[in-house]
Each structure stands twice: as structure tokens, then as C-alpha cells.
């Protein structure tokens, strides 16, 4: 049946193929060209950026030090991709009385949810009580109150506590959920900080008399680094920035060895106020490294400050034309690294997708983290000139040298697939979850692909019903040209004879 197909196919069918390939040839090749003109995205590609990335990225030093994870408790250098996506408290989480429930009062929405602030009371019973507030009535009734869901009840509790005694976990609270203002928070956390030091200074003495001193000591210098740096804060939003910067340093040097706050983080977002980019640098170089998990905030702030170097000047144009510069391709090195890390974060950045309040917790790598990064951060990269430019001109590129499929990693290890799960969990029901960007097909492709299976319909139909398809090509070509035609009679019978007749000379 195939041969005798072959073989009944007219001279006419392959001039109409020929054709049509000619047409699909010419479609995807002005395809190609406006997409290299108008949306500037492959200008990398064609000036050898991608075995720039494979010659610098994939050295075996980079690789020990940006790749995958290593199996925890062992010593072989096997890879493992992490089975639990873990949460993480948000170092630049806001005051829920003087900020969201702020929000709450405009909007009518909850911006945190059941599950976020589960986790923030979680949080609150690990480092703000320990075994022995029972032997204290204002610890004990404190450490109910951080088991309270209601925040009445709360505030209350907290209340009641500070009638018993001046205790430290009470102006917390109170300046966490009950003051209204940046300033009234301030206030009470300076009372906070008064009573803290003392309780903090008691503990040290005792510390190593037994077990539940050691416990008691460690439970009060989490409360008193929790004051001061949300008293930092409190100076970072109204506007002293010198000295929250100064009391964030002050904090680190004192207590060197609680990374799991990220206090660095704070202090970062604080520098680049000031624009002080060296000493952004300089925190940079300390807090980037393997032996310390990365975040968003350490990926796009080194991205930044390498962008920062040529974003003035750059012009997609320009490099397409003459390659791209050292410091340029470092600068796009960077932000390839800060994309692969966390995808979500340009659309936030470009003002792609809306911004809402960041979660009390994040997700590394997550779109909560992503929300909780370019909130604080947009204004930093609208800051330097033609930051943004070159992210828009960059960041999709980055999804083309990642290996497919997402199971595999390229600088670090592979992307996580519980990130979507828990960050529907995190994020209020309003926002529209960002999932990682897929690899999706251009528009010219697709659209080939139809053209294509419309044309071999149309050549099998044509062969097979060869009268039919005759009337159905008169019927629409009559009824396609119909407006043509109406238009031609209305300008003969509009024109004179002699001038329609001097024109169809012409």
C-alpha cells in the first residue's frame, strides 16, 4: 500500500511540498532572528559564554566547593539529594503587631498562615524557655503563654507576668503582638534588654554548676541576642541604619558562634543602604563559603556587586557585537550561579510578579525565600543603574546550561521537588506559588510543528479526496478574496474610465 501510495503521487504534490518546505525554512529563520533582535536573550550563547561557564564552573576545586551536598555523618564523597526540605526561621521576618496585623487592618487578609505561625510558636518554646521556669512563676506562666493559639490570651499571659516579676520573654512578646508602632516596639524591647542582661549575667556565674544552669544560661543568651537584634531592627526601619549596622557588628563579635541566626543577613541588607559595597564585600567573603548554607541574600548580593561594576555601561547590542568583556562574564558567571540557586527570585526583582509580605519562615530556595529576599532587596538593585538591565538580559539563560531533567545539578546540588508543597504551606492562600520555571518550547517551534501537521493534512487530504479539496480550496479562496474584490468594484465604479484604464497600464 506504501508503494503504490509512492507511485499514484503527482509532480504537483512534491512542487506544493518543495514548497512549503521553502515557506516553514523562511518562517523559522525570521522566527530566529526577532527573537536574537528583540528579546536579546541569546547573545550569551553566541559569544562563547557557555564554555566560558563550563571551563570556570566545572573546575574541580569549584565543584567541591558549589556542587551537591555530601551525605551527612559519612566520609566517602558520595552526593545525595536532601529528602526533607528544611524551614528556616526568616532573618528579616517583620513585628506582627506593627506590621502585619497593620496589613490585616487595611487589606482584611492574613498575611501568615496557620503553619507559619505554628512554626514561629515551635520556635519560641525551644529558645525562650527551658526545664527549670517552673521554679519561677513569671517564667512559668510565660512559658504557657508561647503555647497560647490565641493572641489575646497571649498578651495577656504576658501581662500577668510582669506583674510578678520584670521578665525579659514578656516585653518580647508584648513588643512582638501587642505595640502598634516601630517605636513602641523599640521601647519595650529596651525594657527587654535591661531585664535580659541581668538575667544573662546571673546565668554566666552558675553556668557550670550542673546541667540545668548550663540549660537556664544558654535559654537567656538566646533572649538577650534575640533583643538585641530586633532592637537593631527597630534602628535598621526607622531610618538610624549606622547604628543598627553598629549593633548588628557589635552582636557578631559577641557572639561569634550563633550562626544559625543570620545575623550576617541583616547586616548585609543594612550595608547596602549605606552603599558601602566594600564592607559588603568584605562580609561576603566571610559568610560565602561551603562550610555555611548559602541563602538567596548571599547569591544575588554577590551578583549585584559584580553587576555593579558593569551594568553602567552595558549595552546587549554592544557585547553581541564585540563578545563580552572579562568583568562582563564575571558579572554573568554571578548571576547564573544566583539563578540556579534560586529561580524565583527575578520575576520579583523585574516586577514580573507582585510582591507580598515575606513569611516568618522561608524555604531555601523556595519562592518564600524568593519573596522575603527582593522585598527587602528590590530597592538595592533599582539602586545601581542597569542592574536590572542586565538581569533581564541574562536570567533566562541560566535554565538552558542546567541539566535536564531537574533530578541533576549543575553548581549546586539538584533543585528540590517538595519546594512548591511547602511553600503553599508557608504563603497565604492569596499569592500565586511560583514553581521552579520549567523548560518550556519557544513560540516559533511550536508554531512550525502546527504549520507542519497542518500541511501534511492538507497534501493527505488533497490526495485522497482530490475533487473535494478542489471545491473546499475555490470556496475558501472565493471567500477570502470577496473583500478584495468588493473594494476593486467600489473604486471602478468611483474612478473614471480612462484613469482606471491609464493605471492598469501601469
Known amino acids: 500500500s506504501v508503494s503504490m501510495f509512492l507511485n ?3 509532480p504537483k504534490f512534491y512542487v506544493a511540498l518543495t514548497g512549503t518546505s521553502s515557506l516553514i525554512s523562511g518562517l523559522i529563520l525570521v522566527s530566529t532572528r526577532y527573537i536574537n533582535i528583540t528579546l536579546q536573550i541569546d547573545f550569551i550563547i553566541q559569544n562563547g559564554i557557555s564554555s566560558f561557564i563550563h571551563l570556570h564552573f566545572c573546575r574541580p576545586m569549584l565543584l567541591m566547593s558549589f556542587c551537591r551536598a555530601p551525605c551527612e555523618g559519612s566520609s566517602s564523597s558520595r552526593f545525595v539529594v536532601p529528602l526533607k526540605c528544611k524551614v528556616w526561621r526568616n532573618p528579616l521576618n517583620l513585628f506582627r503587631g506593627a506590621e502585619y496585623n497593620r496589613y490585616t487592618w487595611v487589606t482584611g487578609r492574613e498575611p501568615l498562615t496557620y503553619y507559619d505561625m505554628n ?53 518580647i512578646l508584648l513588643a512582638e503582638e501587642e505595640a502598634t508602632t516601630i517605636v513602641e516596639a523599640e521601647k519595650l524591647f529596651k525594657q527587654a534588654l535591661k531585664a535580659g542582661e541581668g538575667c544573662y549575667r546571673r546565668s554566666q556565674q552558675l553556668q557550670h554548676h550542673g546541667a540545668q544552669y548550663e540549660a537556664q544560661h544558654r535559654r537567656d543568651t538566646n533572649v538577650l541576642v534575640y533583643i538585641k537584634r530586633r532592637l537593631a531592627m527597630c534602628a535598621r526601619k526607622l531610618g538610624r541604619t ?17 550562626s544559625m541566626f543570620n545575623i550576617h543577613e541583616n547586616l548585609l541588607e543594612a550595608l547596602l543602604e549605606l552603599q558601602a559595597y566594600a564592607d559588603v564585600q568584605a562580609v561576603l567573603a566571610k559568610y560565602d563559603d561551603i562550610s555555611l548554607p548559602k541563602s538567596a541574600t548571599i547569591c544575588y548580593t554577590a551578583a549585584l556587586l559584580k553587576a555593579r561594576a558593569v551594568s553602567d555601561k552595558f549595552s546587549p547590542e554592544a557585547a553581541s557585537r564585540r563578545g563580552l568583556s572579562t568583568a562582563e562574564m564575571n558579572a554573568v558567571e554571578a548571576i547564573h550561579r544566583a539563578v540556579e540557586f534560586n529561580p524565583h527570585v527575578p520575576k520579583y526583582l523585574l516586577e514580573m510578579k507582585s510582591l507580598i509580605l515575606p513569611p516568618e519562615h522561608i524555604l531555601k530556595r ?23 538591565n542586565l ?25 528540590p521537588i517538595c519546594t512548591e508543597t511547602a511553600d503553599r504551606e508557608l504563603l497565604p492562600s492569596f499569592h500565586e506559588v511560583s514553581v521552579y520555571p520549567k523548560k518550556e518550547l519557544p513560540f516559533f517551534i511550536l508554531f512550525t510543528a502546527g504549520l507542519c501537521s497542518f500541511t501534511a493534512m492538507l497534501a493527505l487530504l488533497t490526495h485522497q479526496f482530490p475533487e473535494l479539496m478542489g471545491v473546499f480550496a475555490k470556496a475558501f479562496l472565493s471567500t477570502l478574496f470577496a473583500p478584495l474584490n468588493f473594494v476593486m468594484e467600489k473604486v471602478e465604479s468611483i474612478l473614471p474610465s480612462s484613469l482606471w484604464h491609464q493605471l492598469t497600464r501601469i
Not at 512563676?137 to 520584670?166: C, G, T, V, Y
Open 242 to 258: 549606622r547604628e543598627a549596622v553598629k549593633m548588628m557588628r557589635d552582636l557578631m563579635k559577641e557572639f561569634p558562634l550563633l
Open 366 to 388: 523556595g519562592d518564600s525565600e524568593a519573596i522575603a529576599y527582593a522585598f527587602f532587596h528590590l530597592q538595592h538593585w533599582k539602586r545601581v543603574e542597569g542592574a536590572l
Open 119 to 171: 512554626l514561629s510558636a515551635q520556635d519560641h518554646q525551644t529558645f525562650f524557655t527551658c526545664d527549670t521556669d517552673h521554679l519561677r512563676p513569671a517564667d512559668a506562666i510565660m512559658q504557657k503563654a508561647w503555647r497560647e493559639r490565641n493572641p489575646q490570651a497571649r498578651i495577656s499571659a504576658a501581662h500577668e507576668a510582669l506583674e510578678l516579676n520584670e521578665c525579659a520573654t514578656a516585653y
Open 8 to 10: 499514484t503521487l503527482t
Open 391 to 415: 538581569l533581564h538580559c541574562t536570567w533566562e539563560g541560566t535554565f538552558r546550561m542546567i541539566p535536564y531533567p531537574l533530578e541533576k545539578g549543575h553548581l549546586f546540588y539538584p533543585y
